[in-house]
């Protein structure tokens, strides 16, 4: 009990000795011991890392989530430690009430077909969404606010030790000081003079520890950003990967599409129909590159259609065939190519032995 009394009694001295010394250095009446120049660099950077990867981790949430309330509820299931329940995405639904009204319509009519084969596609779109949120949720967002909520707060906890330390390391310098410019011949004034050294000494070596340790707290910021640079690597390959899937869900889509007829077909093909002929729309893979800039591959084709004759061309991709007038490539193999009068300036006429369809020219490569 008396050993709990004088340590509450000493706590309370301590924290009347800094908030006397820390009173007096704002008043400008009491010296203030600085950090070293390497260590207020270390403790701007740290914040700095704090304050931009608090900014990031909003703003991908925002991204991730866009409805506020829905961003609320899952925080509050978070800190519940609850599962968050499966709610059904925008894309999902969308696709739902196209199958829905699909199926209304008449699975074997034009447009209820269509509405059907769109909705599956915005389904699609919907599930690989789901795959990409969850997978930054756990490789991007995890790792930020594990930084936020367990490394960057021991650095503040040490930090506050050290900004005590400093603050005990000042009222001991000032206790000299007094005691040093006291009357000499007062009684105890040597011992008080001791005891104020003894003081100052304890002070700096408990001083000089902590900031030590805070140091290399805030030297391993490094890490932190090495490891938020994999973390931020992971992000961009499921953004790519949740685009590129996207993009081929929409590639099937559109060639599915352009297989009816050209009265259903985009009112920017209608102009380019005639009769009740299909329409079939070029598409790229995923795994190519969109068409290259003009030059001399585009002149190769631009001299081919302006001739008569025809070339070999290796297929850079697979192709399947839209359509009965269209020609099935596998990549690598070569084929003959031909322009016919008439044809869509994206399209060329394909030879393989006794097979003879269109291709188109984004797939192709010129051969000499």
């Not at 909003?58 to 925080?75: A, C, D, H, S």
């Not at 839209?322 to 099935?328: K, R, W």
């Not at 044809?343 to 269109?358: A, F, I, T, V, Y």
Request: hydrophobic share 35%; net charge negative.
């Amino acid at each position: 009990m008396d050993f709990n009394v004088k340590r509450l009694a000493a706590d309370a001295g301590t924290f009347l000795s800094r908030a006397v010394q820390f009173t007096e250095e704002k008043l400008g009446q009491a010296e203030k011991t600085e950090l070293d120049a390497h260590l207020e660099n270390l403790l701007t950077r740290a914040e700095c890392t704090k304050h931009w990867t608090e900014k990031i981790m909003k703003q991908t949430e925002v991204l991730l989530q866009p409805n506020p309330n829905v961003r609320i509820e899952e925080f509050l299931y978070e800190k519940l430690e609850k599962k968050v329940p499966s709610r059904v995405n925008n894309h999902e639904l969308l696709g739902q009430s196209m199958i829905d009204s699909g199926n209304e319509f008449g699975p074997g009519t034009a447009y209820g077909n269509a509405l059907i084969k769109c909705g599956e596609t915005q389904k699609q779109i919907g599930a690989a969404e789901k795959e990409f949120i969850q997978s930054s949720a756990i490789n991007f967002l995890t790792p930020f606010r594990n930084f936020l909520e367990g490394d960057f707060k021991t650095i503040l906890k040490e930090r506050k030790l050290l900004q005590n330390k400093r603050l005990d390391l000042d009222a001991a310098k000032t206790r000299l000081k007094k005691a040093r410019a006291a009357d000499a011949r007062a009684v105890m004034w040597a011992e008080e003079v001791t005891k104020a050294e003894q003081d100052l000494k304890m002070t700096q070596s408990e001083f000089d520890r902590q900031a030590e340790i805070t140091r290399l707290l805030l030297e391993g910021i490094s890490s932190t950003h090495a490891h938020h640079l994999r973390c931020l690597n992971d992000f961009v390959e499921a953004q790519t990967t949740y685009y590129a899937q996207c993009y081929q869900y929409m590639v099937d889509l559109q060639k599915q599409l352009g297989s009816f007829p050209s009265t259903f077909s985009s009112n920017n093909n209608q102009s380019l129909a005639s009769g009740g002929a299909s329409i079939s729309v070029p598409t790229i893979p995923v795994s190519a590159s969109l068409p290259a800039a003009p030059g001399r591959a585009s002149s190769g084709f631009s001299e081919l259609r302006s001739s008569s004759g025809s070339r070999k061309a290796r297929v850079l991709y697979d192709y399947d065939a839209a359509g009965s007038s269209e020609l099935s490539l596998l990549a690598d193999e070569v084929i003959m190519v031909s322009s016919v009068p008439g044809m869509d300036s994206d399209w060329l006429m394909g030879e393989r032995g006794n097979q003879k369809g269109k291709v188109p020219i984004t797939y192709l490569e010129l051969l000499n």
